[in-house]
């Protein structure tokens, strides 16, 4: 039987016996945050996708080395500044933040990352990391998929300028862009009294006929929705915080979504990108500068989030569509590659560099081989953090990376 | 037992597809004049509606199925036609969108494009595979030719559209290695339903309809990749082809039966279930009359049971019923590439359906994300600024002769839902009343008074009359 016969008759069942409404937002109340159960229910996932193909070999960097050193001869790091993670690997001098985070034992590297055949567009590859499938057929991304999933009250939200990625895409429209808090709110003309003109509005939505049919169920949602966009209208305002975040783009944008988190609002998927890692002449001011967007804004937001006593709920993940080439090209850049490492940061993970980083003399045509599918890396967030089943999402069993913290792991 | 489903389970199979004959306690009225408009379009405005209450629902439906005279027609075809060379051209799937939404805003026959979309979700087909606007623009006009005709013809043609088989994997159909997606899909979505058919009529349908391609964005049949053997489909052995499975689906029993069933949920009530007994008229006469499509949604639309409570605002607009139907109501000339955006933004990408299941379609459209953003395109296209909307409320009291206050709520009210509740509209009265009290006008930069009510105190009362969540209701 079709999906939509089915929905129908659970539709049609529901307005014959005027049960109480399906949920569409859950009352912010219930959102309440359990913020004892690491990986519980209300588990929170921000993915950062780095746009342009991350330089992976210059992020966290096998200092010691010697064939780093002789491929990268204008771009290699200086082993005296780079920050130590173990004997053998260091982050890149722009990535304190993340060397604060791993001294707290909150930050993951997962090393090796990518997927068989690794296709080098950034197009085609950055379509395989959002939809979690090599199939040209798969309209959906495995985040929007995976949204379906979580109740009718969670949405994905997507911070910034631009469209929805595709990873957030599903059949249900349940994505929403969010640039700042005024676009969540139910919009009526400005001047004069805001207030009462919306009033009219939410008194639309008011008293419940106890009929449960349609227009009832209109009006429940709507009333969700209203609460949820007034809950949201305080947010700017109450919202305080000791932290001082790094004055950059990406840091503005997580703090939104700890505005948000903080807030109690039942979102929970944020998708948010850190543009400009095609790095292909000139590499190293640029990458220096992304990397210190992109660990200042994350260390900030997780301090942010403990803050705000959330910090057993939110789980930041970073992804790119490839790694770059071994060695260096002879315009001070990288061109594109192929494996690369991702980034887990949260109270849950655990901490460290987890696997080996690759070899750099045994290549895939002059690039990094991966050891570790991307999906294996999404089934753990899936089925440990969302608490969603992963099959179910990537079609397919990928055997989950030991990412979580015993305890944590569900 | 709810109300609605006791209406419809009223009816006797006999009396509830007989011509609707108002009299003076069912009488003809803007509320059945408009929910005819909305299910057989996409809405319209105030003075057709006006008309339509001086007609009589036998005229008025007769009108709306056979749609305008020749020359209008020609016109406006010829206008389409050239726009869409354009289209597959610039390639640019955006203006793809906006052109059918120009075709269900502009059509003068309406009911052809409804009927259009509603089988552009039953043979649901996406560009995100097929990736040729030409050939997805083709099957497109192939629906809408057939729209009104006969499904039979519709069916046949659907089996070799060079876009379908595409998207359904009939071009990798071939003899040594049978690929099972159209026979799949022909049965349990297109024609039959779940339950109608065993796993083995698929396989040897499969076998069937070997042999198609696409070659040069045409439908071409090649014998050496065709598997010419014996197959046993419902029963019937022989060396079937892809017509003869066609053939066969059709002459089931249950074909009509699904059909009639997925129409009922599209034209007339989504929340009252109908019995088989209750269809069963419809059924004999779509089997009897060679699956006359222009016979059954005429039959369906003159109805009582259309024009009963288990059919008036028996359905969750659909975001281009929502779009479209604000955009007609107000007599506005909007950005069409905006609207094609919006309606994205709100879940339906037109040609381009999640699956080939098509949109879910009923209380599915709503949830917080799209409800809130309903409500706030309805703000965007009633506060008369913005120049690429062009489109503002504030013109309509004056052209329908309406002043004060109290009148133009009532008139906006009236025009998007028939009926006026008194709270809703003593709400709106002193919410306007209020504000000119305030003199907050003034920020909306624009004094031009009509009779005694200021525009912006017209754009207000539209807006809120559309909040009314009773609006999302079709």
């Known amino acids: ?410 | 037992m709810n109300p609605v489903q006791e209406t419809l389970d009223h009816l006797q199979p006999d009396a509830a597809w007989q011509p609707f004959v108002p009299d003076s306690s069912n009488p003809w009225n803007d509320v059945k004049v408009a929910h005819l408009y909305r299910r057989s379009g996409f809405g319209t405005n105030w003075a057709t509606i006006a008309t339509g209450v001086q007609s009589t629902p036998a005229a008025l439906v007769e009108r709306i199925v056979s749609g305008a005279g020749p020359e209008e027609t020609g016109d406006f075809e010829a206008e389409v036609a050239r726009l869409r060379e354009g289209v597959v051209k610039g390639n640019n799937a955006l203006e793809a969108k906006a052109l059918w939404l120009y075709r269900m805003l502009y059509s003068p026959h309406p009911l052809r494009e409804r009927l259009t979309l509603f089988w552009h979700n039953h043979f649901a087909t996406s560009n995100a595979k097929v990736r040729s606007l030409r050939l997805i623009q083709q099957q497109n006009e192939t629906l809408r030719r057939h729209a009104l005709g006969r499904f039979d013809a519709l069916l046949a043609e659907m089996t070799i559209d060079p876009a379908m088989l595409i998207w359904l994997d009939s071009d990798t159909n071939k003899k040594n290695a049978p690929n099972e997606n159209y026979a799949r899909e022909v049965m349990e979505l297109f024609s039959l339903g779940v339950g109608h058919y065993t796993e083995k009529d698929i396989q040897e349908a499969a076998r069937a309809l070997t042999g198609w391609k696409v070659v040069d964005d045409r439908a071409t049949f090649d014998p050496a990749q065709f598997d010419d053997s014996d197959k046993t489909v419902f029963g019937q052995t022989g060396r079937w082809t892809s017509g003869d499975v066609v053939r066969q689906c059709l002459s089931q029993r249950a074909c009509a039966q699904f059909l009639v069933r997925k129409l009922f949920r599209e034209l007339v009530s989504e929340t009252a279930v109908p019995s088989d007994a209750l269809l069963e008229p419809l059924a004999a006469g779509f089997r009897a009359r060679n699956y006359d499509i222009a016979w059954l949604v005429g039959t369906m639309l003159r109805s009582n049971a259309f024009f009963s409570a288990a059919a008036i605002r028996q359905k969750v607009k659909s975001p281009c019923d929502f779009l479209l139907g604000m955009v007609l109501a107000l007599e506005g000339r909007p950005s069409l590439t905006q609207l094609a955006q919006f309606c994205d933004q709100l879940g339906q990408s037109l040609l381009y359906p999640p699956s080939v299941k098509g949109w879910d379609g009923g209380p599915a459209w709503i949830n917080s994300s799209t409800l809130l953003k309903r409500q706030n395109l309805a703000f965007e296209l009633t506060r008369g600024s913005g120049q690429s909307l062009r489109i503002d409320p504030a013109r309509l009291p004056a052209e329908y002769g309406v002043v004060g206050a109290e009148k133009t709520a009532e008139f906006f009210l009236r025009l998007f839902h028939q009926e006026v509740a008194a709270g809703a509209l003593m709400s709106i009265v002193s919410q306007i009343e209020a504000e000119r009290a305030a003199g907050a006008a003034a920020f909306y930069g624009d004094l031009r008074g009509q009779g005694d009510l200021s525009s912006a105190s017209a754009r207000s009362a539209a807006h809120l009359a559309l909040t009314l969540p009773e609006y999302q209701l079709g």
């Open chain 1, 1 to 410: 039987m079709p999906i939509s016969r089915r929905r129908f008759l659970a539709a049609s069942s529901f307005l014959a016996c005027g049960a109480a409404v399906p949920g569409f937002w859950r009352s912010v109340a219930l959102a309440a945050p359990d913020a004892d159960q690491p990986g519980a229910a209300d588990s929170i996932l921000l993915v950062i996708e780095l746009t342009g193909g991350n330089d992976g070999l210059n992020t966290v960097i096998p200092f010691r080395d010697e064939v780093y050193a002789a491929a990268r001869p204008t771009l290699k790091q200086d082993a005296g500044r780079v920050l130590k993670i173990n004997e053998g690997l260091a982050f890149h001098p722009g990535l304190g933040g993340f060397a604060r985070l791993l001294e707290r034992s909150q930050l993951a590297i997962v090393q090796g990352v990518g997927y068989p055949n690794p296709n080098r567009s950034h197009f085609s590859s950055m379509d395989i990391w959002h939809s979690a499938s090599f199939s040209a057929d798969e309209p959906f991304g495995w985040l929007g998929r995976g949204v379906e999933k979580m109740g009718a009250g969670v949405n994905g939200l997507s911070i910034g300028a631009g469209d929805s990625p595709r990873a957030l895409t599903g059949p249900s429209a349940r994505a929403l862009r969010l640039q700042s808090l005024a676009d969540y709110d139910l919009k009526v003309s400005r001047g004069g009294d805001e207030g009462a003109r919306r009033r009219v509005v939410e008194e639309f939505a008011a008293g419940d006929s106890k009929k449960g049919d349609l227009a009832d169920l209109v009006k429940q949602a709507a009333r969700e929705t209203y609460r949820s966009a007034a809950r949201l209208r305080q947010v700017a305002t109450k919202y305080e915080t000791p932290v001082k975040y790094p004055a950059t783009g990406l840091a503005e944008r997580l703090k939104l979504v700890a505005q948000l988190i903080a807030a109690g609002v039942p979102e929970r998927i944020y998708y948010t990108t850190l543009p400009g890692f095609d790095t292909h002449s000139n590499q190293a001011r640029q990458h220096d500068e992304l990397l210190g967007e992109l660990a200042g804004a994350v260390a900030s937001f997780h301090e942010d989030i403990a803050h705000h006593g959330q910090q057993k709920r939110v789980l930041t993940v970073t992804f790119s569509e490839f790694g770059r080439r071994v060695k260096e090209n002879a315009s001070l850049g990288t061109d594109h590659g192929a494996a690369s490492q991702m980034f887990v940061a949260g109270e849950a993970v655990r901490a460290g560099a987890l696997g080996e980083h690759p070899s750099l003399t045994d290549l895939d045509d002059g690039d990094l081989k991966f050891h570790t599918d991307f999906r294996s890396v999404y089934a753990a967030i899936l089925d440990q953090w969302l608490k969603i089943p992963s099959q179910e999402v990537l079609g397919n069993k990928f055997a989950p990376i030991e990412l979580f913290k015993k305890e944590a792991a569900g």
